[in-house]
């Protein structure tokens, strides 16, 4: 493994999971644009219990993702830290993707757009979590002989 193909594989599951919701998204909201209301319905419980969905889910990927890097910065070589990073990664991308995918399917039970806006904004802030090189290394916080490892791009990790 390279740091290259390391992001590249990175890059491709993220892209799998953001290209697969706003597929889904887009087809539901094509199929039920007649039925299309946006509505705030005091009576409807699951529009008030999923947006405590969204915000609990987004704050357990920043506090479960947090832990996981503070485990794969105690390790000292690199060929093992960034399987625990790609792990954080993906698990942080399903605990947005999963309340996004929910929205989806809540908004084709009740044809109410709120669910689809809420679902919207995950997918937004999960297209902005794209793995980049800068941003492994910074996560990581690399320095040292790591980052000189890290920084050599095409060189298989030893």
Request: charged residues 20%.
């Amino acid at each position: 493994m390279t740091p290259n193909s390391f992001i590249k594989t990175l890059t491709v599951i993220h892209f799998a999971l953001v290209a697969g919701l706003t597929l889904f998204a887009g087809v539901i909201l094509y199929l039920d644009r007649d039925k299309l209301n946006f509505a705030f319905d005091t009576e409807d419980t699951l529009l008030l219990i999923f947006p405590i969905i969204a915000i609990s889910a987004l704050s357990a990927s920043k506090i479960v993702v947090k832990q996981l890097l503070e485990k794969a910065k105690k390790t000292e070589d690199l060929k093992k830290m960034l399987p625990q990073y790609q792990t954080a990664c993906i698990v942080k991308y399903v605990l947005i993707e999963g309340p996004a995918m929910f929205g989806i399917i809540f908004f084709m039970i009740t044809s109410n757009a709120a669910f689809v806006a809420i679902s919207g904004a995950l997918i937004a802030f999960l297209m902005l979590q794209r793995p980049t090189k800068s941003k492994v290394e910074q996560e990581l916080e690399l320095h040292g002989e790591l980052r000189n490892q890290f920084m050599r791009y095409d060189e298989v990790i030893e």
